[in-house]
């Protein structure tokens, strides 16, 4: 199935369980840097904080780039998961005014013997890793329970 579109390919096998732990990445349409605004960075910021308050999702870490979002969090009651990504998403563009996500998003499932604390320090140490700061304090919009 070839000609499926990629965003397609990015639901096949995607399993939704309550509680369990994802790490999600979405990206904005043709990676626009449209999170280099300080304020389109906290409105996405306080849409994952209106999931939480919602009981969609525990946000257990997060890291908002320029183009894209990294989000480690745990699946609330009563919602898959691509509703929960489906509604920050569409919160977030309707409050900025703009349509700018791409299509779909990546999910994985953390497994029970994955070192929680590590995926959070990788997923906030991404501004580091790409050359945006030299020091994860640096960088305006991240967050994580265990840092």
């Known amino acids: 199935?070839?000609?499926?579109?990629h965003s397609h390919s990015l639901r096949t096998g995607r399993h939704t369980q309550a509680g369990q732990i994802y790490l999600?990445?979405?990206v904005t349409a043709d990676r626009q840097?449209?999170?280099?605004?300080?304020?389109?960075?906290?409105?996405?910021?306080r849409c994952l904080q209106q999931a939480a308050l919602l009981r969609q999702a525990d946000t257990l870490a997060f890291v908002v780039m320029p183009d894209h979002l990294h989000w480690l969090m745990q699946l609330g009651e009563g919602i898959?998961?691509?509703r929960c990504?489906?509604?920050?998403?569409s919160?977030?563009?309707?409050?900025?005014?703009i349509p700018f996500w791409q299509k779909g998003f990546h999910d994985h499932a953390v497994r029970?013997?994955?070192?929680?604390p590590a995926v959070a320090r990788y997923v906030v140490s991404n501004p580091v890793r790409a050359g945006l700061v030299k020091r994860v304090g640096e960088y305006p919009h991240w967050d994580a329970i265990w840092l």
């Open 112 to 116: 029970k013997e994955e070192d929680l």
């Open 33 to 45: 840097p449209v999170f280099v605004d300080f304020q389109a960075a906290r409105c996405l910021i």
């Open 91 to 97: 919160i977030t563009a309707r409050q900025l005014g």
């Open 1 to 5: 199935m070839a000609d499926q579109p």
């Open 85 to 89: 990504m489906g509604s920050v998403k």
């Open 80 to 82: 898959d998961l691509s």
């Open 24 to 26: 999600l990445t979405t």
